[in-house]
């Protein structure tokens, strides 16, 4: 079993910026691609990025020179910086990991962004 612990939501202002972290543990030897969801309230989860073991990321277009998602593999930890914050990146952002056991895939708790003036 994989736990996921996340860390860093909170209330900023527009155009600020915060830095989400999600530190797994348990059979951590069996993750493979760890990354970030959002779900703003009425709207479906939608992907972020992710990032593979050896440091190759994807981002959603719409988010490229806003986002940027690493990992720290001797940490267990994936993170996503995210800068000039918009009013529309208020969600509740949900780290997610890809093992090759079973059930394969895994959750965090979420941790609420709420960007507002």
């Known amino acids: 079993q994989v736990q996921l612990v996340e860390s860093g939501g909170g209330l900023v202002q527009p155009g600020g910026s915060l830095r989400l972290s999600c530190a797994a543990s348990?059979?951590?030897?069996?993750?493979?691609?760890m990354g970030w969801y959002r779900q703003a309230p009425g709207k479906q989860r939608e992907l972020v990025a992710t990032?593979?073991?050896?440091?190759?990321?994807t981002l959603t277009e719409s988010l490229k020179g806003r986002f940027t998602i690493s990992r720290d593999n001797a940490e267990n930890t994936v993170y996503l910086q995210m800068n000039s914050l918009k009013p529309e990146d208020t969600a509740v952002y949900y780290c997610?990991?890809?093992?090759?056991?079973?059930?394969?895939?895994?959750w965090g708790q979420g941790t609420q962004v709420t960007v507002s003036s």
């Open positions: 997610n990991v890809r093992s090759t056991a079973y059930p394969y895939e895994y």
């Open positions: 990032v593979s073991p050896g440091g190759s990321t």
């Open positions: 348990g059979s951590i030897l069996s993750i493979i691609v």
